[in-house]
C-alpha cells in the first residue's frame, strides 16, 4: 500500500483571522504544501446576508486567515486571487459584499474573479465515465495553477453533505451549471473533478450547517479541516458527522474514478481534534434527505404529489432538481417571512410522471413542475394534459444551453403567471431552479415576491447590471 493520504482536524472555536491564519500555515506545514504560480482560492458563496443567510458561506474572517497563509507560505507567485459563482441568478459580486469579503481583499491586496462575469471556455474531459466529452469553464480556473478549495461544512438536502467535491459545483457560470443537474447531479460532481485538482483544502467548520444548503442551522462544530486530497478530506468529514462515506454518491463515484480513497485505512486522520471525540460532538447533527411529500407532510397549505422519474438510476425521486429546489424556496421564503406557510394560498406541488386524480382542495392552485412531469385528469371540469417534454443528458447540449438571465427568468415567469388565467401553471424547466420556484409560488400562493423585497431589490439589482456590463467587456476582450 503506499503512502496514506493525510487529513487533519484541528480545534478551533471562534472566527479570529489571525488564529485561523495559525492553524492553517501548520496545516500547510504538515502536508508540505508551497502553492506558487497562479494561486486561486474558491470559498463557498453559495448565498450571503448578514441577516437572513447567516450560515451558509465561508467566513471573511477564515478567507482572511488562509490568505494571509498562503503569503507566507507561497513561492514563485504570480497571481492571489479569489473566485467564485454563487447560487445561480443572484450576482456574485451582491453576495461577496454581503459576505464581507471587500474588505478582505482589499487588505491583501487579491485579485477578484466573479465568474459569472468571465469567459468561459470548452475543457475536454478524458474520461468514457463522464456524462460529456466537455465541459465549460472560466478561464482563471483553467489558467489556474494551484487551487485552495475553502468549502463551508454543510449539510445538503439533495447530496446530505457539501465538502470539498460538492464545491466545484460554483466554477460553472449560470448556463452551465443547470446541465444536468437533475438526477445526474452526483455524475456531474464527479466529471467536474477532472478540470483540476486541489493543492490545498480548508474547509470552515467552526460553525457548520445543518439540514439545508441555503438556510442552514448553525452547528458549533468549532474545528477546521485540511488536506489536499478531495476524496480523503471529504470521507474524513463524512466519518465527523457518523455518515458512512458510501452514502455520499458523488464521492463514491469520484473514489472509483481514481480521484482518491474513502476508506479510514488509506487515510491518516492528524491534528489536535480526535475523530472520536468530533463523532461524540456530533451525534445530533441534523440532517435534510427526505421526500418533499413527507418533508411538506404537516404543511397547512402546501402539498406535493409525487410521482415517478425518467432515468432508471433514480426512478423513484429526483436528488438532484425540482423537489430540492421547492423546499430550498419554502425555507428561503421563511427567512423573509416566517409565518409563509400558514400565511400562503392553498398550493399543489406535482412533480414526475404521475397518475390518477389530484383530489384537489377548494381553492387549491397547482403548479406542474419541471420538464418531466405529465399528467391528464379533470380540473374544474376541464380536461387537462401535462406531457414530458424531459430530454436525457446525451439529448442536451450544452454549448445550446439557455442563459438563465435572472431578469429573464422574473420577467418570463411573472408574464406567464400573469397571462394564466387557469388554477394550474407548467413551470418548464430540468431543472426548475430556485428561482424561478420563488417567482411561480409567490404567484400562485399570492406571496410577496422576494425579488421585490427591499432588503434585496437594490442591492441585486446593483449588482446585476455591473455584472452585465463586466461579463460584456471581458467577453469583448477575449
Ligand atoms: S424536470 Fe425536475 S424533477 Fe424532472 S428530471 Fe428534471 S430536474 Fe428532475
Sequence with gaps: MGEKHKVLIMKCDTYDADKIAGIVKYGMDQLNVIPSGNILLKPNVVIAHKELFPH????KEFLDGVISATKEKAKNV???????????????????????????????????YYFDEER???????????????????KP?????????????????????TLSLKNFIGIQDDKHRLVDHNSFLEHKIADLQEVIQPGFIAIDAITAGQKMMLTPTPFDMGAIV???????VDSVCAHMVNVDPKDIIHLKFASERGFGPMNLDQIEVMGDFPLDEMQKKTKNFEFCMEHIDNYFDKSPNLNCTIGTFPEKHSSDYCWGGCPG???????????FYPEIEKEMGKVRYVVGKVEGPLNLEKG???IFAGDCTSWKGEIDGEHV????????????????????????????????????????????????????????????????????????VFGVNAGYYKMRFKRFFNHLLG
Aim: glycine share 2%.
Design 120 to 138: 468561459h471556455v470548452p475543457f475536454k474531459l478524458k474520461k468514457e465515465v463522464n456524462l460529456r466529452d466537455s465541459m465549460f469553464f472560466p
Design 364 to 366: 387549491e392552485k397547482v
Design 385 to 456: 394534459k401535462i406531457e414530458s417534454s424531459y430530454k436525457t443528458t446525451s439529448e442536451v447540449d450544452e454549448k445550446k444551453a439557455k442563459s438563465n438571465d435572472m431578469q429573464m427568468k422574473i420577467i418570463s415567469a411573472s408574464v406567464h403567471a400573469l397571462f394564466n388565467k387557469k388554477r394550474y401553471i407548467h413551470m418548464k424547466g430540468c431543472p426548475t431552479s430556485v428561482a424561478q420556484n420563488v417567482n411561480y409560488l409567490s404567484s400562485m400562493a399570492k406571496i410577496p415576491n422576494l425579488n421585490f423585497d427591499y432588503r434585496l
Design 141 to 161: 480556473i483553467v489558467d489556474c495553477d494551484f487551487l485552495i478549495n475553502l468549502p463551508k461544512f454543510k449539510a445538503h438536502p439533495w447530496c446530505r453533505l
Design 78 to 112: 504570480k497571481e492571489i486571487s479569489i473566485g467564485e459563482r454563487s447560487g445561480i441568478t443572484i450576482p456574485t459580486r451582491f453576495n461577496f459584499k454581503h459576505a464581507g469579503y471587500p474588505e478582505v481583499i482589499k487588505k491583501h491586496r487579491v485579485k477578484t
Design 226 to 232: 485540511m488536506g489536499i486530497n478531495s476524496c480523503a
Design 56 to 59: 451558509a458561506f465561508t467566513r
Design 325 to 335: 429546489s421547492l423546499q430550498e424556496t419554502m425555507h428561503i421564503f421563511k427567512a
